[in-house]
């Protein structure tokens, strides 16, 4: 950070005295790469680093004459709900109530097999698009891993995510493992600062989607801060404020290349 300084004080300098803290500008340093980051700075800059590129882009573009960039397009977005065992049991009211806030899709969590066999038959019948995710750390992948395949195969999902969130046991094994049935695609389900602290930044992954977590309140994608290889993310989770479920947004990308059949299709191969 001190190169950069020593490059701009006076951009430094205008930028502190027009509202900037030395914080940011440290977060924004660890974001640009101007220095290593620990453990620490990681945690720090995932808080800090989408402020400190705001403030210190608009004052270094002012002293360097750069022109304003033109406004980056907004992608039309759908929304999404995620839910999860801690869920429990659903209804008919709850699948109204998703509807009410405009939700279209709904990815449900396979931690207890039994209990998501159930909510997504009650939300297939419902009529909304489905996706399922697995949390495969505290699993026997042996026993685990064909009752996932068996629930992707009778409800005929087309995507399913793996959670990326607070350990890496049976991450890789379970990201081989799905990424060999071409029926459905995988992605990863996952925040900047948890890739970076369990999976070190690797990018290994980034040719699967990315379907990321910002609880900013913000519901679309288009302060995405790109990380391990990912530049564009299929979807934001931006609210987990509900106990019950999660909010989305995804880009409509997520659907056209889903390669899953509609409900209605579904119904006819049933018939048939």
């Known amino acids: 950070m001190s190169s950069f300084i020593a490059r701009f004080p006076q951009a430094y300098e205008e930028w502190f005295m027009a509202g900037g803290v030395e914080n940011n500008f440290r977060a924004h340093a660890l974001a640009i790469g101007l220095c290593n980051p620990t453990h620490a700075d990681i945690a720090f800059m995932d808080v800090h680093a989408r402020t400190a590129a705001r403030q210190f882009d608009e004052v270094t573009d002012r002293f360097l004459d750069l022109p304003d960039p033109a406004p980056a397009p907004v992608t039309p977005t759908g929304c999404a709900a995620d839910i999860s065992f801690y869920t429990g049991e659903i209804d008919t009211a709850f699948c109204d109530m998703l509807k009410g806030l405009g939700i279209d899709l709904v990815i449900v969590g396979l931690q207890d097999i039994g209990l998501a066999r159930r909510q997504l038959a009650i939300l297939q019948n419902a009529g ?105 993310p299929l979807m934001k989770q931006y609210n987990s404020n509900n106990p019950r479920y999660d909010l989305n947004v995804y880009d409509p990308e997520l659907v056209r290349s889903s390669g899953g059949i509609s409900i209605e299709d579904l119904a006819a191969d049933r018939k048939d």
Request: aromatic share 18%.
């Open 128 to 232: 909304f698009r489905l996706h399922a995710y697995i949390w495969p750390s505290n699993k026997d992948l042996d026993t685990y891993m064909p009752e996932v395949l068996s629930i992707m195969s009778f409800f005929k999902l087309p995507y399913i995510w793996v959670d990326v969130e607070s350990s890496t046991i049976n991450i890789e094994e379970s990201i081989t493992e799905l990424c060999q049935h071409p029926e459905f695609r995988v992605g990863v389900y996952t925040s900047k600062f948890m890739w970076d602290l369990h999976l070190c930044g690797t990018v290994k992954y980034c040719h699967l989607p990315l379907w990321y977590a910002a609880w900013d309140g913000i519901a679309d994608m288009s302060n995405f801060v790109h990380f391990a290889g990912w530049s564009k």
